[in-house]
């Protein structure tokens, strides 16, 4: 699958047509689709040692201007959709499968010790809600919703909807119906 593959299918999420080249570069007048056009970019370039640096150096000052801190080396599935832009962090190590919502202030970190060390491994079709938080090596399942100002700081299983702080899991089959919309 191509880069380009990609970018288009985060685009899809977004304005649910496949767009050309230009269509968008357009599009890019969006914080949110412009950070991850410029995201894929640094990812796309890991490799080739003068890309890396320039698309890296671009990739930090749209960092801070949008308040989103997220790095290349995060494994992100096509589909990456951010609801809003600002204050958002997400670990290095992290792991995101295809087609997920992330919305603004939302907190995706690593924990240094403790029986959870490590970064979260987070499933496809997950929508995380404004302000929740995700710490540790802990696996969130598919078709995962993460309603809001949660704190989850353990395995979800798939197929479910998870909320408060402390959490607490409620089973749902369709957990994410009508949230994961144009799924590619």
Request: aromatic share 10%; hydrophobic share 40%.
């Amino acid at each position: 699958m191509s880069d380009y593959s990609i970018i288009q299918k985060d685009f899809y999420r977004e304005s649910g047509k496949w767009l050309s080249r230009i269509e968008i570069w357009k599009k890019c007048i969006n914080p949110n689709l412009h950070f991850v056009y410029i995201l894929r970019m640094a990812q796309k370039h890991h490799k080739i040692r003068l890309l890396n640096i320039f698309w890296r150096i671009v990739l930090r000052h749209y960092q801070i201007k949008y308040g989103f801190q997220i790095y290349p080396e995060t494994q992100i599935g096509e589909g990456f959709y951010l609801g809003h832009w600002g204050s958002l962090v997400i670990n290095p190590d992290t792991i995101i499968g295809k087609n997920c919502n992330i919305a603004q202030g939302v907190t995706i970190g690593q924990q240094n010790r403790g029986k959870n060390e490590g970064s979260p491994v987070i499933g496809d079709e997950v929508w995380i809600g404004t302000n929740a938080v995700i710490v540790g090596a802990v696996t969130i399942g598919n078709n995962v919703l993460i309603v809001p100002n949660s704190y989850v700081n353990f395995d979800v299983p798939p197929n479910s909807v998870v909320l408060g702080n402390p959490a607490k899991i409620i089973p749902a089959e369709n957990a994410t119906k009508g949230y994961i919309n144009r799924k590619v």
